[in-house]
């Protein structure tokens, strides 16, 4: 079964869908992919048959994988119930993850600490950073020795490869942000 047509489709609905986002014309990002022009037009019309080459330059231009050029689309956005994420409680905090999909190299994670409540991190691999948001009530982060009181608004960065721990010695509930960036691992 030769299915080449249906490819060709869903290249011409990502590239055209991809630039359209961009707000770019075709003269604008052909421009930027150093393709001609007629070339891109072709792509988005589904009556092109690229290389290896062009789809590499056109992803290049988008600045996105070569698998979203071929990928079956995406719906624009998707809605996701508090229910829907992963939730799970340290003790007395709770953590929520903030990032319904997969994202390699990032956890993004809510977490909730009622008055008194303390919650041990575990250490990452080596290079990981770590930043931490107060969103409200008072958080103490404790990390390399050394120990931060933040109120709303602040943020600590450290290094994810120590010993590192949370607390709330204050009266009302804290909630805090913590966005790990991971060190590939290879």
């Not at 056109?58 to 996105?64: G, I």
């Not at 009622?114 to 404790?142: K, N």
Request: charged share 20%; net charge positive.
């Amino acid at each position: 079964m030769d299915d080449s047509g249906d490819l060709s489709q869903r290249i011409a609905r990502n590239v055209r869908h991809l630039r359209e986002a961009r707000a770019l014309t075709q003269q604008q990002i052909a421009r930027l992919a150093r393709l001609p022009r007629a070339t891109w037009a072709n792509l988005e019309a589904g009556s092109a048959n690229p290389t290896l080459s062009v789809l590499h330059r056109v992803a290049s231009a988008l600045q996105v994988p070569l698998d979203e050029l071929i990928a079956t689309p995406r719906a624009a956005c998707r809605f996701y119930s508090k229910a829907q994420l992963t939730e799970r409680r340290r003790g007395d905090v709770l953590v929520r993850s903030l990032l319904p999909d997969p994202v390699r190299g990032v956890v993004l994670e809510r977490m909730e600490l009622p008055p008194r409540a303390q919650m041990t991190g575990i250490p990452h691999m080596p290079g990981t950073r770590e930043y931490l948001a107060c969103e409200s009530g008072t958080l103490t982060l404790t990390a390399a020795g050394e120990r931060w009181q933040l109120t709303p608004g602040d943020v600590v960065v450290f290094r994810g490869d120590q010993r590192h721990s949370y607390a709330n010695s204050g009266s009302e509930t804290a909630v805090g942000y913590s966005v790990v960036l991971l060190v590939p691992v290879s």
